[in-house]
């Protein structure tokens, strides 16, 4: 699990995109993995941009406020890498919601 990762997530019968955005040596020796969660729903704006894996499939917008830590178990099924341009945006949308 590795930082720009997309994953689905399944929780009680759910199943949800997110994103790893937490530093890989954190990911690493914790039980949780911090994430945003993407929607396919809302519309993008400057602090929830939209989000494309590499390769160029589109998978929504990243609800960047919503950041927060899951359990590692509820990760299920590794979907790919966010691309270049995708991850920036992510970063920028971060600092912006946490005042960085």
Do not use: F
């Amino acid at each position: 699990m590795k930082r720009g990762q997309v994953w689905t997530a399944s929780r009680a019968g759910h199943d949800r995109l997110v994103v790893i955005v937490g530093h890989d040596a954190l990911t690493d020796v914790r039980d949780g993995v911090l994430v945003v969660p993407v929607s396919d729903v809302r519309a993008a704006t400057l602090i929830e941009p939209t989000v494309t894996l590499v390769g160029g499939d589109p998978l929504g917008v990243a609800m960047t406020p919503r950041v927060g830590e899951i359990a590692k178990t509820y990760l299920t099924e590794a979907r790919g890498n966010l691309d270049p341009a995708s991850a920036e945006a992510l970063d920028v949308a971060l600092r912006a919601v946490l005042d960085l």
